[in-house]
């Protein structure tokens, strides 16, 4: 078995021997960090590259230097953003002639070489933040070496002006790791990671988004429940907190990674307030005193954390941990009380601590931690239960108001027959004129039941549209899922072109993978622009006009009443053909508006297209009423 990269009396000298190890628990790919100190030079401008990146070139005057360059050991010549980092490996001969991976971990730009040879880059190098293209290489692909002997040098040639300007909170380093790992196996494990992390990433923003969107609708089309609405803001937020994990840590532009690293103190401060607005609405009849506490320390860290790197993140984590006492104790004075439904999301924070304790039994217990299984635990277990619960509550919530508009509907009936029996047996006209106003009441009561009726009938018509939506996201998520099985074709390709030391064949294979990538990022703008065009027309109608593409909102709701009505009876199909005028431009409407106006029409064509059968079974709303169920005022 190997034996990990040491360190040869200090210096700058390391062992690679024997094999290299199946994972590790610091990447979790079967790599070795070059973890160690390096031979450090301040970048002047002026030294001979070919020369000092040279395994014969004499480095013993050189400072030694860990190349992580953590802000509290910097080297004594001081970092002032750039410079040359070299580094003496002694191979064992069981590694040389094999294709190895290097890859290096960095928030900034660099050149590898070896022996002085350039063998990988990473962004371009610059004398001054502006000059300097910096690049996050989390996702980056690995360069590729061999070595044909015991003694081989690497220099490593490295800028990080962005970072040491512009150090978000809890970044603490401002160098780079250098690590080296099987090619092959390395490259398979990191597509693996990938895919799991591209299909976490996936639930942590539909899920939540889909929820926001839904108890949105609720909250517009069933009687304007305001506690709707502050869950479909806090599922909202949590949302975004898939969108940052993977931004800041995927992106490969290093100021977006760096703009965004520096909002999670922002967030963390901020977005619980979003779910402790929510059970404040479900169980206070006005908002707590402390809430207001919250939010002002919120505010006050949130534009600390701008200006500060030291003690604001550990209170930010505090009072992060404040806001999930203050929830957890909310609940359980509510199952105290016994108020309605609160053991139901109180079941949802036990399984969510469930999910915390599995994660620190396994880490203090049995000493085990792997990313897949604490993001399984933590979000799949413990987050997603909490608003599965929450949404819970809000339906039942929802189905015990409607079976009590249902009694007091039954009771007024019942109220307007004993009414009529009475008219029939008066003989007076006094009596007869009050009983004329009993039933005008009775009249009032009815009309007011037919509203809440055809109320009822929108909001069957919203999951229709729901299953527009979900179609058309499904669209780009399928082209997802099809790149990523290709990338897999075509890394299996790749490593039979390594194996074959084919390295040019293995370089295009990873230029397409990097092509197949691109697309993926692609499609996955696409569905998010899909999601945000629906909660656009989804929203009330403002009134004011705005320039619109009336040929795209057009096609828009034509696809949306065919998947609707396909949604809600499979054998209905119709053939759609669109003739659109290209040069129409774009014209001022009220974007809402038009949208429910070419919907109905829409609607309306295909049920005359293909009206029901008077004995077909399928679950047709219609018979006996208007059109289309979007028809109303």
């Given at each position: 078995?190997?034996?990990?990269?040491?360190?040869?009396?200090?210096?700058?000298?390391?062992?690679?021997?024997?094999?290299?190890?199946v994972?590790t628990t610091?990447?979790?790919n079967?790599?070795?960090?070059?973890?160690?100190?390096?031979?450090?030079?301040?970048d002047?401008?002026?030294?001979p590259?070919?020369?000092?990146?040279?395994?014969?070139?004499?480095?013993?005057?050189?400072?030694?230097?860990?190349?992580?360059?953590?802000?509290?050991?910097?080297?004594?010549?001081?970092?002032?953003?750039?410079?040359?980092?070299?580094?003496?490996?002694?191979?064992?001969?069981?590694?040389?002639?094999?294709?190895?991976?290097?890859?290096?971990?960095?928030?900034?730009a660099?050149?590898?070489?070896?022996?002085?040879?350039?063998?990988?880059?990473?962004?371009?190098?610059?004398?001054?933040?502006?000059?300097?293209?910096?690049?996050?290489?989390?996702?980056?692909?690995?360069?590729?070496?061999?070595?044909?002997?015991?003694?081989?040098?690497?220099?490593?040639?490295?800028?990080s002006f962005?970072?040491?300007?512009?150090?978000?909170?809890?970044?603490?380093?401002?160098?780079?790791?250098?690590?080296?790992?099987?090619?092959?196996?390395?490259?398979?494990?990191?597509?693996?990671?990938?895919?799991?992390?591209?299909?976490?990433?996936?639930?942590?923003?539909?899920i939540?988004?889909?929820?926001?969107?839904?108890?949105?609708?609720?909250?517009?089309?069933a009687?304007?429940?305001?506690?709707n609405?502050?869950?479909?803001?806090?599922?909202?937020?949590?949302?975004?907190?898939?969108?940052?994990?993977?931004?800041?840590?995927?992106?490969?532009?290093?100021?977006?990674?760096?703009?965004?690293?520096?909002?999670?103190?922002?967030?963390?401060?901020?977005?619980?307030?979003?779910?402790?607005?929510?059970?404040?609405?479900l169980?206070?009849?006005?908002?707590?005193?402390?809430?207001?506490?919250?939010?002002?320390?919120?505010?006050?860290?949130t534009?600390?954390?701008?200006?500060?790197?030291?003690?604001?993140p550990?209170?930010?984590?505090?009072?992060?941990?404040?806001?999930?006492f203050?929830?957890?104790?909310?609940?359980?004075?509510?199952?105290?009380?016994?108020?309605?439904?609160?053991?139901?999301?109180?079941?949802?924070?036990?399984?969510?601590?469930?999910?915390?304790?599995?994660?620190?039994i396994?880490?203090?217990?049995?000493?085990?931690?792997?990313?897949?299984?604490?993001?399984?635990?933590?979000?799949?277990v413990?987050?997603?239960?909490?608003?599965?619960?929450?949404s819970?509550?809000?339906?039942?919530?929802?189905?015990?108001?409607?079976?009590?508009?249902?009694?007091?509907?039954?009771?007024?009936?019942?109220?307007?027959?004993?009414?009529?029996?009475?008219?029939?047996?008066?003989?007076?006209?006094?009596?007869?004129?009050?009983?004329?106003?009993?039933?005008?009441?009775?009249?009032a009561?009815?009309?007011?039941?037919?509203?809440q009726?055809?109320?009822?009938?929108?909001?069957?018509?919203?999951?229709?549209?729901?299953?527009g939506?979900?179609?058309?996201?499904?669209?780009?998520?399928?082209?997802?899922?099809?790149?990523?099985?290709?990338?897999?074709?075509?890394?299996?390709?790749?490593?039979?072109?390594?194996?074959?030391?084919?390295?040019a064949?293995?370089?295009?294979?990873?230029?397409?993978?990097?092509?197949?990538?691109?697309?993926?990022?692609?499609?996955?703008?696409?569905?998010?622009?899909?999601?945000?065009?629906?909660?656009?027309?989804?929203?009330?109608?403002?009134?004011?006009?705005?320039?619109?593409?009336?040929?795209?909102?057009?096609?828009?709701?034509?696809?949306?009443?065919?998947?609707?009505?396909?949604?809600?009876?499979?054998?209905?199909n119709?053939?759609?053909?669109t003739?659109?005028?290209?040069?129409?431009?774009?014209?001022?409407?009220?974007?809402?508006?038009?949208?429910?106006?070419?919907l109905?029409?829409i609607?309306?064509?295909?049920?005359?297209?293909?009206p029901?059968?008077?004995?077909?079974?399928?679950?047709?709303?219609?018979?006996?009423?208007?059109?289309?169920?979007f028809c109303?005022?």
């Amino acid at each position: 078995m190997l034996s990990l990269l040491q360190a040869q009396g200090g210096g700058a000298t390391f062992y690679l021997k024997d094999t290299l190890p199946v994972s590790t628990t610091v990447t979790s790919n079967p790599c070795i960090l070059i973890d160690g100190l390096w031979k450090y030079h301040p970048d002047d401008n002026a030294y001979p590259l070919d020369q000092w990146t040279s395994p014969d070139f004499d480095d013993t005057s050189w400072e030694e230097t860990p190349s992580r360059l953590s802000v509290d050991s910097l080297p004594k010549t001081g970092w002032t953003g750039s410079g040359l980092f070299r580094i003496h490996l002694l191979v064992d001969s069981m590694l040389w002639n094999r294709p190895l991976a290097i890859y290096i971990v960095q928030k900034g730009a660099s050149e590898i070489y070896l022996d002085g040879k350039l063998v990988a880059k990473y962004g371009i190098l610059g004398s001054t933040g502006t000059t300097e293209t910096g690049v996050s290489t989390m996702t980056a692909p690995p360069g590729f070496i061999i070595f044909s002997k015991s003694a081989h040098v690497i220099s490593v040639r490295f800028s990080s002006f962005s970072i040491l300007h512009n150090r978000p909170p809890g970044i603490t380093d401002l160098g780079f790791v250098v690590a080296i790992g099987n090619a092959t196996t390395a490259t398979q494990q990191g597509l693996n990671n990938l895919k799991f992390f591209r299909t976490i990433e996936s639930l942590v923003i539909a899920i939540p988004l889909t929820f926001s969107l839904l108890h949105f609708l609720l909250f517009l089309f069933a009687g304007r429940i305001r506690s709707n609405l502050y869950f479909a803001v806090f599922t909202f937020v949590i949302s975004l907190w898939g969108i940052l994990e993977h931004e800041s840590f995927f992106t490969v532009d290093l100021h977006t990674a760096l703009t965004l690293k520096r909002l999670w103190p922002a967030y963390a401060a901020l977005a619980p307030l979003t779910g402790l607005r929510f059970l404040y609405a479900l169980f206070y009849p006005k908002i707590p005193k402390q809430f207001w506490g919250f939010t002002l320390a919120a505010f006050v860290l949130t534009i600390a954390s701008w200006f500060t790197n030291k003690i604001v993140p550990y209170l930010i984590l505090i009072l992060f941990l404040l806001y999930i006492f203050e929830m957890l104790r909310v609940v359980v004075v509510a199952i105290r009380d016994k108020k309605q439904g609160a053991k139901i999301i109180g079941f949802g924070f036990m399984t969510f601590g469930f999910s915390l304790l599995a994660l620190i039994i396994a880490g203090l217990v049995f000493h085990y931690f792997s990313l897949h299984f604490f993001y399984g635990m933590l979000y799949l277990v413990g987050v997603l239960g909490i608003l599965i619960s929450m949404s819970l509550y809000l339906s039942l919530s929802i189905s015990s108001t409607n079976k009590n508009l249902e009694a007091q509907t039954q009771k007024s009936l019942t109220l307007e027959l004993e009414n009529a029996r009475n008219e029939i047996e008066l003989e007076k006209a006094a009596e007869l004129k009050q009983a004329y106003q009993a039933l005008e009441e009775s009249h009032a009561t009815l009309k007011a039941t037919q509203a809440q009726l055809i109320q009822s009938e929108k909001m069957a018509s919203l999951g229709e549209l729901t299953a527009g939506i979900a179609h058309e996201i499904q669209n780009p998520l399928n082209f997802v899922n099809n790149f990523s099985e290709v990338n897999t074709e075509l890394i299996d390709e790749m490593k039979t072109e390594i194996d074959s030391q084919n390295m040019a064949e293995a370089k295009n294979l990873a230029d397409a993978i990097k092509e197949n990538q691109e697309k993926i990022t692609f499609h996955g703008k696409r569905a998010d622009a899909i999601v945000k065009g629906m909660l656009q027309h989804s929203r009330s109608s403002s009134g004011v006009k705005e320039p619109t593409d009336i040929n795209a909102l057009a096609d828009e709701y034509l696809r949306l009443a065919y998947h609707g009505l396909r949604a809600k009876d499979k054998s209905f199909n119709a053939t759609m053909k669109t003739d659109y005028d290209e040069s129409l431009g774009k014209i001022n409407v009220v974007p809402q508006d038009i949208g429910r106006v070419i919907l109905n029409l829409i609607t309306n064509a295909f049920y005359a297209v293909s009206p029901p059968t008077p004995d077909s079974s399928a679950p047709w709303p219609l018979k006996g009423k208007k059109l289309c169920p979007f028809c109303f005022s």
